[in-house]
């Protein structure tokens, strides 16, 4: 039964930070790619950063510099700081996690989303 659960979406002002959490369950933490995704309205879900097993990273440029990716494998736990926020980063925010499981098989699963507002 594997489980993503994402927290710490909000209300926050531009400017403002917050801090998305996201905990899994069922899974070797450690072996997964993951990654955060945000979806606003009326637009396509995309990549806002990714964190390999590693911890080598890449970030969507619309955010380089402001949001940072990080993970603690011994607590399963992916995060994202979001700092110096923008409207436009209003979204739903989607925790990932990914892994090549054979040739042409993956392990592809996805959290619940929270939402994320930036508004004066």
């Known amino acids: 039964q594997v489980q993503l659960v994402e927290s710490g979406g909000g209300l926050v002002q531009p400017g403002g930070s917050l801090r998305l959490s996201c905990v899994t369950s069922g899974v070797i933490f450690r072996t997964y790619l993951m990654g955060w995704y945000r979806q606003a309205p009326g637009k396509q879900r995309e990549l806002v950063a990714r964190i390999s097993s590693s911890s080598v990273t890449i970030y969507a440029d619309s955010v380089k510099g402001r949001f940072t990716i990080s993970r603690d494998n011994a607590k399963n736990t992916v995060y994202l700081q979001m700092n110096s926020l923008k409207p436009e980063d209003t979204a739903v925010y989607y925790c990932?996690?990914?892994?090549?499981?054979?040739?042409?098989?993956?392990?592809?699963?996805w959290g619940q989303g929270t939402q994320v507002t930036v508004s004066s």
């Open positions: 990932n996690a990914f892994k090549v499981t054979g040739v042409i098989t993956r392990d592809d699963y």
